[in-house]
Nanobody, 127 residues
Framework: QVQLVESGGSLVQAGGSLRLSCAAS????????MGWFRQAPGKEREFVAG???????????DYADSVKGRFSISRDNAKNTVTLQMNSLKPEDTAVYYC?????????????????WGQGTQVTVSS
């Protein structure tokens, strides 16, 4: 199995920035596509960003419309980590953020296509 641990969530005021990190155990990190999801109170878990598995050091990223232009996903296969850089944060970004690993080659938007999940990290954006 792959174990995922998120970190970096905190309270931040609107317009601020946060960087979330997800650390993966094991040596097969580069074979997994990775994704970030979030779940706000009273809402279903939703896709935030995804990134493909390694391929000649070229990665393909996908973003939800709500975060496009503000968030950026990246990965460091040497460190078994995936990062979500969040800028220009809004109160509606408040949620528990989860990282997930998929055995597919790309970061799908569908929850069902992810095989492993972290426990989440809380992000709260105040106005």
């Amino acid at each position: 199995q792959v174990q995922l641990v998120e970190s970096g969530g905190s309270l931040v005021q609107a317009g601020g920035s946060l960087r979330l990190s997800c650390a993966a155990s094991g040596r097969s990190f580069n074979t997994y596509a990775m994704g970030w999801f979030r779940q706000a109170p009273g809402k279903e878990r939703e896709f935030v960003a995804g990134i493909s598995r390694s391929g000649g050091s070229i990665y393909y990223a996908d973003y939800a419309d709500s975060v496009k232009g503000r968030f950026s996903i990246s990965r460091d296969n040497a460190k078994n980590t995936v990062t979500l850089q969040m800028n220009s944060l809004k109160p509606e970004d408040t949620a528990v953020y989860y990282c997930a690993a998929s055995r597919r080659s790309y970061g799908s938007r569908r929850l069902s296509e992810y095989d492993y999940w972290g426990q989440g990290t809380q992000v709260t954006v105040s106005s």
